[in-house]
């Protein structure tokens, strides 16, 4: 029997919840293990040795251990049965990499850093956003939102018209912009991302890795 995998991370982690949604498509049995990577004390020494760079999430099963989400979604999507979180096709399974691929470099730390921690985690912890940053942040997401929406063209999901792991690689990012007024008005502006995003939103997936924030 295979082992029970194990990822290391937190559940109000967008990427963490990233790999928590491809274990919940393919209906894998796993345990999560929170590692506070952002307390004052730092990165604890033992996620050091799992993650040299000290990012969550990390992932083990049996002796296999793997860092970076997008090798952990596509393992997980490979090593355990249940429905293909991949296109079959060539040019869509690019696109579905290339999405991904735009969410990391472009959209996760405006979108998340620039706009969602300043507006709902900074004043919850009795700080000041900073307007600056999230002016800024707004025209790369801008860009983003646009360019996803262009990517996703008319099908149902952002790569075709299957579920892959672009939808579920975007959803934790859209969900936390959602929360914000700037955010949602960008969302609310594009039809089809916000019709897409309003799917995702209502996965059993979703719900069931649900955020401390979106309580
Ligand atoms: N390239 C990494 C990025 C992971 C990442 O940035 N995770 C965030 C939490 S959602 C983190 O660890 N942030 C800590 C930091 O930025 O120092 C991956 O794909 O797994």
Request: with cysteine; charged share 20%; hydrophobic share 40%.
């Amino acid at each position: 029997m295979s082992p029970r995998p194990i990822l290391y991370g937190l559940a109000r982690s967008v990427y963490t919840r990233i790999a928590r949604l491809a274990l919940e498509e393919k209906s894998v049995d796993y345990a999560l293990e929170e590692v506070e990577i952002f307390s004052a004390a730092g990165v604890p020494e033992q996620h050091l040795e799992r993650h040299p760079f000290g990012r969550i999430p990390t992932f083990v099963h049996g002796t296999f251990r793997l860092y970076e989400t997008v090798a952990i979604t596509r393992y997980i999507d490979e090593a355990f049965p249940g429905p293909s979180l991949q296109p079959a096709e060539p040019e869509t399974r690019g696109q579905m990499t290339q999405i991904m691929s735009v969410l990391d470099a472009y959209a996760y730390r405006p979108m998340i850093w620039g706009i969602f921690v300043q507006r709902v985690v900074v004043p919850q912890n009795g700080g000041t956003p900073d307007e600056s940053k999230i002016t800024e942040s707004m025209r790369t997401a801008r860009t983003c939102v646009k360019a996803l929406e262009a990517l996703q063209s008319s099908h149902q999901f952002l790569a075709g018209d299957q579920l892959s792991l672009a939808d579920l690689h975007a959803t934790p990012m859209f969900l936390y912009l959602r929360l914000t007024r700037e955010g949602n008005e960008l969302i609310e502006s594009h039809p089809r991302l916000a019709l897409w995003l309003a799917h995702m939103a209502a996965r059993p997936s979703i719900e069931r890795t649900r955020s401390v924030y979106e309580r």
